[in-house]
């Protein structure tokens, strides 16, 4: 069982900046760039939690393992991590060390060890995930524009559309 929390976005992180989704929609007024901002972030949003992985980067992405089991497959990749501890029985924080105590390729993270006696648990595991600007993938960046075209345009509530084109964008990168 694991608690992911993706963490706060790093700042100037986005997948399309506003110029970018008004220039794709001619929009050339500024009078609703509020407005239009909130698309351009809840479109962002909205394609990590189709796909259900940081998109946006950031620096404090964490994943919460409640049990000590020597394999795990990670709801995320993270870029790099920073920390792993586990809480000991005196409720403090115990580091684990990478190689002597776990490794981590890709989603895949094994624990080295049998749980130590002291183990009450969790095991915090922080690190980065996410995407820099520059790399996020044209797909995503694409699907991103038609979101917000689409959003701009329809701007009341209304049913979901299965299977649209940007949905088709994201599909390779979506986590099953």
Do not use: H
Not at 91 to 105: A, I, S
Not at 116 to 141: E, L, Q, R, S, W
Request: zero cysteines.
């Amino acid at each position: 069982m694991y608690r992911v929390d993706f963490g706060p976005t790093v700042a100037d992180s986005e997948i399309v900046s506003l110029e970018i989704a008004k220039l794709n929609s001619g929009i050339y007024y500024v009078s609703d760039d509020a407005l239009l901002q909130l698309f351009v972030d809840a479109v962002a949003y909205e394609i990590e939690n189709y796909i259900g992985y940081p998109v946006l980067q950031r620096d404090a992405a964490v994943v919460t393992l409640r049990y000590w089991e020597l394999s795990y497959r990670l709801p995320l990749v993270f870029n790099e991590i920073t920390t792993i501890t586990y809480k000991n029985l005196e409720g403090t924080e115990t580091p684990l060390v990478e190689g002597m105590d776990y490794v981590v390729f890709g989603d895949d993270f094994s624990l080295l060890n049998e749980s130590p006696a002291n183990f009450k648990g969790p095991i915090t595991i922080t690190g980065k995930a996410g995407y820099a600007n520059a790399d996020i993938p044209k797909d995503m960046v694409d699907a991103a524009l038609l979101m917000f075209s689409e959003r701009e345009l329809f701007r009341e509530n209304r049913p979901v559309k299965l299977n649209t084109a940007a949905q088709s964008k994201l599909r390779p990168y979506k986590k099953y």
